[in-house]
């Protein structure tokens, strides 16, 4: 069992940026493939951005291309999304997840621990 805890969440204005960072509790998170989703309330889950193991295989929902970078350190057991230019449509709360197999990072059915989430309020 991975525990994964997000931090870094809060309130910008439109144009700013945030940093997000997924902890795990419990190593080897380096074993797993990582992505982040963002949910808003009556609106399905959306994959944002994943990354492999090893941190070399990157993949973006293409809202995030371009402004987001997903990133990690395994020393420390922390993935991380950078997130610039920030619009009010990126609202929404902000989960990671660590994957095992080999669908799409797009695709949730791989993804078998999830952190609670942590909220992006963007201001216009």
């Known amino acids: 069992q991975v525990q994964l805890v997000e931090s870094g969440g809060g309130l910008v204005q439109a144009g700013g940026s945030l940093r997000l960072s997924c902890a795990a509790s419990?190593?080897?998170?380096?074993?797993?493939?990582m992505g982040w989703f963002r949910q808003t309330p009556g609106k399905e889950r959306e994959f944002v951005a994943g990354?492999?193991?090893?941190?070399?295989?990157?993949d973006y929902a293409d809202s995030a291309e371009g402004r987001f970078t997903i990133s990690r350190n395994n020393a420390k057991n922390t993935v991380y999304l950078q997130m610039d230019s920030l619009k009010s449509g990126d609202t929404a709360v902000y989960h990671c997840?660590?994957?095992?197999?080999?669908?799409?990072?797009?695709?949730?059915?791989?993804?078998?621990?999830w952190g609670q989430g942590t909220q992006v309020t963007v201001s216009s």
């Open positions: 997840a660590a994957r095992l197999g080999t669908y799409p990072y797009s695709d949730s059915r791989d993804y078998v621990f």
């Open positions: 419990t190593p080897p998170v380096l074993t797993y493939d």
């Open positions: 990354i492999s193991a090893n941190g070399y295989d990157l």
